[in-house]
């Protein structure tokens, strides 16, 4: 009975020490680092307290991944690398410094810290720290307690999907965001880059990457309108006709409905669509890369190739037509391959030589040079030779001069008309 009532009062001690309390607090506050988004996310038990904008490492490398712990709290951390004292405007370390034992160090060597360079925040720019604005660096250091975990990843997913990966159970969110966080994304445009509005830039949204559909749409001669009495988005050209509906996992196509892996969805006061959703709308005009976070869209669908005698040759799919200063580019090795001409290649001078070997017939185009020298006779281009995805694209008029062709490009039906020399062709 004795031994009970010790164990008992040794219990009711335990628990009540400032040391027991102090372990569990500990256990309840932690962060997470999302190196894709440059943000940090701060936790305490069920809560997901605040989401800051952070810098990270100027290579992927540079900042760690994985599982730390807070280590190390230091107000006005000197600078020992250029004997900067610690207060001094010029500390890049900032006010404070909460170091994390990555990488087999004890606290000193990464860490999360303030800035003297406000204008590298949200972007890659340490040497493997996480670097905050001065004022939310000063907020976080007197809410995280020594031992409080630090998790870094690089990550599509939201922090409370995250957060659960990690073991914890979130049940309420104190910020505003929703979990809504702008994110990079790379748009090619014809090969050239496109960048949305600020007032509109892509997010990402509870693991899924979202895009705003008017900037996009609207770039691409696209008419939209809006039905607030159904919440429907209209969107329409000349040739075709969508209607999405917010919230709605479809969108109808020439009256067929299609499923969507997302719903459209308002943030903001704009409709913001997935990059497969934008897929659909735009069939064989676009490419998303997820893994690297690139998308290429081609205002026009690569055309069908019509000869003189009728029959159609088609472009493989790796290859895009484009528009380059309201002139088509058209790829030049399938074309070449289907006359029979054999291709050199010069890395040394991005020139290319072409020869047919049944013609007394020699070509040489240098790639971004305005000129073409065939069978010796020098010609001028309207729109240079361009590398694209490591192929050679080139104007209609380029390949005209090339193969003495007359050139029809039927924009309606998207088919260039090739009228062949007979008496040249084999």
Not at 149 to 165: E, P, T
Request: hydrophobic share 35%; aromatic share 10%; glycine share 6%.
């Amino acid at each position: 009975m004795k031994i009970k009532v010790f164990m008992l009062a040794l219990f009711f001690f335990m628990t009540s020490s400032p040391l027991f309390v102090q372990a569990e607090e500990t256990q309840n506050h932690y962060i997470i680092i999302n190196k894709t988004t440059n943000k940090l996310a701060y936790f305490v038990g069920t809560e997901l307290k605040k989401v800051f904008p952070v810098a990270t490492g100027r290579k992927a490398e540079y900042t760690p991944e994985g599982s730390f712990k807070i280590v190390q709290k230091i107000k006005n951390r000197p600078y020992y690398k250029l004997n900067i004292p610690g207060g001094d405007p010029k500390n890049p370390l900032g006010p404070r410094w909460m170091g994390f034992d990555a990488r087999g160090t004890n606290g000193d060597t990464y860490g999360i810290h303030g800035n003297s360079n406000p204008l590298s925040i949200g972007t890659y720019a340490s040497a493997g720290c996480v670097r905050m604005n001065n004022d939310d660096v000063i907020w976080l250091f007197d809410q995280v307690p020594i031992g409080a975990k630090v998790y870094i990843v690089s990550s599509k997913k939201g922090f409370l999907q995250l957060a659960g990966d990690f073991g914890y159970k979130v049940t309420s969110s104190a910020i505003t965001l929703n979990e809504t966080l702008s994110i990079d994304i790379n748009i090619n445009l014809d090969h050239q880059p496109f960048s949305l509005p600020k007032n509109n830039p892509s997010v990402l949204k509870d693991r899924h990457i979202l895009l705003p559909l008017k900037p996009l749409m609207g770039r691409l001669g696209y008419q939209l309108t809006w039905d607030a009495a159904t919440n429907q988005v209209h969107i329409a050209n000349q040739k075709q006709d969508f209607t999405i509906q917010i919230n709605k996992n479809t969108i109808h196509k020439k009256d067929k409905a299609i499923e969507l892996d997302i719903a459209p969805t308002i943030i903001n006061g704009s409709t913001y669509i997935s990059p497969k959703t934008l897929g659909i709308l735009l069939e064989s005009q676009m490419n998303w890369d997820e893994k690297n976070l690139i998308i290429d869209i081609y205002t026009i669908p690569t055309p069908s190739i019509q000869l003189d005698n009728g029959t159609f040759f088609a472009l493989p799919e790796n290859y895009h037509s484009y528009v380059r200063n309201n002139r088509l580019m058209v790829p030049l090795k399938p074309i070449a391959d289907q006359f029979g001409y054999l291709i050199q290649w010069d890395s040394s001078s991005n020139r290319i030589g072409l020869a047919h070997p049944q013609k007394n017939s020699t070509l040489s185009i240098q790639i971004n040079q305005s000129d073409l020298i065939k069978n010796g006779q020098l010609y001028s281009l309207d729109v240079a030779p361009e590398l694209q995805e490591n192929s050679t694209y080139i104007s209609l008029q380029t390949l005209q001069v090339w193969l003495d062709l007359q050139l029809e490009w039927n924009q309606e039906q998207n088919i260039i008309q090739m009228v062949v020399n007979v008496e040249k062709s084999t």
